[in-house]
Antibody
Framework: EVQLVESGGGLVQPGGSLRLSCVAS????????MSWVRQAPGKGLEWVAN????????NFLDSVKGRFTISRDNAKNSLYLQMNSLRVEDTAVYYC???????????WGQGTMVTVSS | DIQMTQSPSSLSASVGDRVTITCRAS??????LNWYQQKPGKAPNLLIY???HLQSGVPPRFSGSGSGTDFTLTISSLQPEDFATYYC?????????FGGGTRVEIK
C-alpha cells in the first residue's frame, strides 16, 4: 500500500523546537520531490517547504526561512522537518506529501498536530 | 509570489446540482493548477491535476478546465459524498500557493 506516515508533533513553548518525520512506503521514495504542507485550526492549506529527490534543492515559505530545515534520508524512505524558534502562528496540522505529475501532491500523510503555546 | 483567488468561498447546493468553482492566478501559470477535496479531519485528496486531468479513482462527474490565469472545477451532478471543502493549488513556481477554499454545503 502506498502511504506516508508522519510523527513527531506535540505541544511546545514559543521559541522551542520540534522535529517532524514522515516515513514512506509502497513507492520508490527517492524518485520524487517531497513537500510539507500545514493547516492551522479552522484555516486553509499552506505549503511550507519542499526538497528535491537527492536533497540538492530546497525551497521554503518566507515566514519559515531561517527557522525550518527540510531534509530526507532516501535509504530510510524518510522526510524530515526541523522546526526551530517556533511561534504561536506555527500551530497547525503538518502533512507530508509526494509531488507527482506537474508537481501535484498525489499522496498525503494523515498529518501530525503541532501546538505552540505557553 | 503567485496569489490564488478562489470563488466562491462557500456555496449551498442540492444533490444533483451542477456546481462550479473558480480559481484565478495573479499571473500566468500555464496549466500547473490542481484541485483537492478535503473532508473534516482528513488529509486533502487530489481530484484534478494539470488543470484538466482526472486523478485515477476520482469519479468522472468531476472535471477541470482552464489555462493561464483562469481555472474551473465543475461537479456535474453533486452527490452526498461531495459535500466538503475544495482547494486549488498552483504548482508553477515556489512558493506553491493554495486558494482560500470553497466550502460546499447542503442546501
Amino acid at each position: 500500500e502506498v502511504q506516508l506516515v508522519e510523527s513527531g508533533g506535540g505541544l511546545v513553548q514559543p521559541g522551542g523546537s520540534l522535529r517532524l518525520s514522515c516515513v514512506a512506503s509502497g513507492f520508490t521514495f527517492s524518485n520524487n520531490w517531497m513537500s510539507w504542507v500545514r493547516q492551522a485550526p479552522g484555516k486553509g492549506l499552506e505549503w511550507v517547504a519542499n526538497i528535491k529527490q537527492d536533497g540538492s534543492e530546497k525551497n521554503f515559505l518566507d515566514s519559515v526561512k531561517g527557522r525550518f530545515t527540510i531534509s530526507r534520508d532516501n535509504a530510510k524512505n524518510s522526510l524530515y522537518l526541523q522546526m526551530n524558534s517556533l511561534r504561536v502562528e506555527d500551530t497547525a496540522v503538518y502533512y507530508c506529501a509526494r509531488q507527482w505529475s506537474h508537481d501535484a501532491f498525489d499522496i498525503w500523510g494523515q498529518g501530525t498536530m503541532v501546538t505552540v503555546s505557553s | 509570489d503567485i496569489q490564488m483567488t478562489q470563488s466562491p468561498s462557500s456555496l449551498s447546493a442540492s444533490v444533483g446540482d451542477r456546481v462550479t468553482i473558480t480559481c484565478r492566478a495573479s499571473q500566468g501559470i500555464d496549466y500547473y493548477l490542481n484541485w483537492y477535496q478535503q473532508k473534516p479531519g482528513k488529509a486533502p485528496n487530489l481530484l484534478i491535476y494539470a488543470a484538466s486531468h482526472l486523478q485515477s479513482g476520482v469519479p468522472p462527474r468531476f472535471s477541470g478546465s482552464g489555462s493561464g490565469t483562469d481555472f474551473t472545477l465543475t461537479i456535474s451532478s453533486l452527490q452526498p459524498e461531495d459535500f466538503a471543502t475544495y482547494y486549488c493549488l498552483q504548482s508553477y513556481s515556489t512558493p506553491l500557493t493554495f486558494g482560500g477554499g470553497t466550502r460546499v454545503e447542503i442546501k
